[in-house]
């Protein structure tokens, strides 16, 4: 007689843990791009951002979501609070890294150059803006500027006071202010001078590369200590002109050059024998470009395999 009495009772919990699993993993899909691009503007890379998703899922999973108000913003708040933790545990991990690092290129879809917010926040340029601020204000910036939490949403994340994450975002958005790239100029500018950078590059014209490159042109490459790579910034047109033209462009091995969307601006990607050998961000200013990020260490290119999606 036990055992029939407590049929029914297993039945409608295995029934209600479904429709729990079944209701979070819908919330869950229907923000994901979003909890992605938190991650990502946090920690700059694509792989950490996947972990963070995965760990933000696991304790989703576990919420009595009849408590949640916000489905978004609770989330969102679970996606920054494990991204903090992991921050501060890449910028340990990059005091050793060799070289240059920049962050993990993603292969974007051409209506992201539409949204000049989103592009902006999630550019080559602006992330290594924010490399430049401690764990917590780059928190802070994020969850504040481009996503619009609340003051007190943020102080729950990061584990403040409001008042105090009134003054961190203070803080942060004058540094940023103070170091942020400025007039990125319109997509067909983007295109033109893209279209002028890669016929240079491709065919080594150096006085093509010093028409297309401003006076003051940053160029970075970042081989991971695995790959070929500058050790230091390049500084100049004539300097980065003569590297793209004679450097590693000129090597024994078949090589193509395409042109592709790189965390919402553009960029080449380019193969040798077939291969994915490295991305080359392009940041553009009134017709020229002002800077170039050419990655080239593997382990970040998991980004540019295919396209991923990022929103705000």
Known sequence: MSERREQPTDTADSFARDSRVD?????????????????????????DAEDVLQETWLRWVGVDLGTVLDPRAFLVRITARQALKRLRTLSRRKESYVGPWL???LLTAPDVAEDVELADSVSMAMLLVLETLAPTERAVFVLREVFDLSYDEIAEAVDKTPAAVRQIAHRART??????????????????ALQAFRSAVETGDLQGLLDILAPDVV?????????????RPIVGADKVARLLAVGW?????????????????????????????????????????TGAYHVRNPEKLSGVEREIAVSR
């Open 23 to 47: 209701s979070a993993t819908e919330a869950f899909v229907a923000h994901r791009n979003l909890l992605f691009t938190v991650a990502y503007e946090m920690l700059g890379s694509a792989t």
């Open 219 to 231: 160029a970075l490459s970042d081989g991971g200590g695995v790959k070929h790579a500058l050790l």
């Open 249 to 289: 462009w000129k090597r024994d091995a078949e090589r193509s050059v395409e042109p592709v969307q790189i965390n919402g601006g553009p960029g080449l990607l380019i193969r040798v024998d077939g291969e994915i050998d490295g991305v080359l961000a392009v940041r553009v200013q009134n017709g020229y470009v």
């Open 175 to 192: 540094h940023v202010a103070a170091r942020r790239p400025r007039g990125t100029g319109s997509p067909a500018e983007h295109r033109a």
């Open 103 to 105: 962050p993990e290129p």
